[in-house]
């Protein structure tokens, strides 16, 4: 088969590898296409490694059909349209993955575009509402406001009924954002989140904050979160080491929590087949009567892969990015 090929600092390229067969309790599925994330760009700069076990081939979400399905596997039919979380393999003609974390495409969703939802779905519901106890209500600030998670997360807040406070770096992306539903929008380039979340809120200030940046941004979200408050980091674009102000956090009754989904266990407490499972019955009916869709920035033949890094990198893209196979 075919996949995208990272060899350190040379370009992405298409290339044969060895053809892959589902193992026990996996799906084989013939890739339409697959999600761009920014975990992509880390592996393939050689900062990411997989976790053991998994696929050197890069790649956390796909769509597709089932192509076989490994030993033990029920309830799926060679041929079915589904969509994917995985822990790497995605940039391929083939992956096999885990029965657990495939799902049916979401009604109203065409087959590639179901690509786009894997990694953000069950990123923004394991974090929001799993992990913060994000409901009605609540605000909830979303750092990265355009971004593929921060477009999915706007929707999935508003249906809960939360109010939605983003930041992003420019007019057309908050434009987007308070057409999907945010209700403050800020331009962290020339506003100060910790400032306007506090004026929106008579001082009180974000119930949950969903944050990508990390170290740059600790100590400022710890201002702009409510008594009572989470905040949970789920990136380190900002950098990995600050210093956290405990005082602040106590006074506030605040806490601080950070997660990543890659490298989960597939079974057990919060491991991936608990959230597909919480997704598939939270997130999918959402889609399914419109409140919640997906939002496509740029789609690439996947031969094009370093182009679509490329732009990512650029950050002049609102949504997911996708590659066709």
Request: net charge negative.
């Amino acid at each position: 088969m075919h996949a995208i090929v990272a060899s350190g600092n040379d370009p992405l390229s298409w290339e044969n590898v060895a053809e892959i067969h589902p193992g026990s309790g996996q799906i084989l599925v013939r890739i339409s296409a697959a999600g761009v994330n920014r975990a992509d760009l880390l592996q393939a700069a050689g900062k990411y490694p997989p976790p053991p076990g998994a696929s050197d081939v890069i790649g956390l979400e796909i769509s597709g059909t089932i192509a076989a399905l490994g030993e033990g596997v029920t309830g799926w039919s060679v041929g079915a349209p589904v969509c994917a979380l995985l822990a790497g393999g995605g940039y391929a003609e083939y992956v096999a993955v885990p029965a657990a974390q495939v799902m049916p495409i979401p009604d109203g969703v065409s087959l590639h575009h179901a690509a786009g939802l894997p990694e953000v779905a069950c990123t923004v519901w394991s974090n929001l509402v799993s992990t913060a106890g994000l409901t009605a209500g609540h605000l909830v600030l979303l750092h990265g406001g355009s971004s593929g998670i921060g477009t999915h997360a706007i929707q999935v807040a508003r249906a809960l009924g939360a109010r939605v406070a983003v930041t992003a770096g420019s007019a057309d992306k908050l434009a987007l954002c308070r057409e999907l539903g945010a209700d403050i929008t800020i331009n962290y380039r020339d506003e100060d989140f910790v400032e306007r979340v506090r004026a929106e809120t008579g001082g009180s200030g974000a119930d949950v904050i969903l944050d990508l940046m990390g170290a740059a941004y600790l100590d400022r979200n710890i201002d702009a979160l409510a008594t009572g408050g989470r905040l949970v980091i789920i990136g380190m674009q900002g950098g990995v080491k600050a210093e956290l102000n405990i005082g602040k956090l106590m006074a506030k009754r605040a806490g601080v929590l950070g997660t990543t989904l890659r490298s989960r266990p597939v079974d057990g407490p919060g491991g991936k087949a608990e959230i597909v499972a919480d997704v598939m019955a939270n997130v999918w009916p959402m889609i399914a009567d419109g409140r919640v869709k997906p939002i496509i920035g740029a789609e690439f033949p996947i031969q094009q892969a370093q182009a679509a890094h490329e732009l990512l990198t650029s950050g002049e893209v609102t949504g997911k990015i996708l590659l066709t196979v």
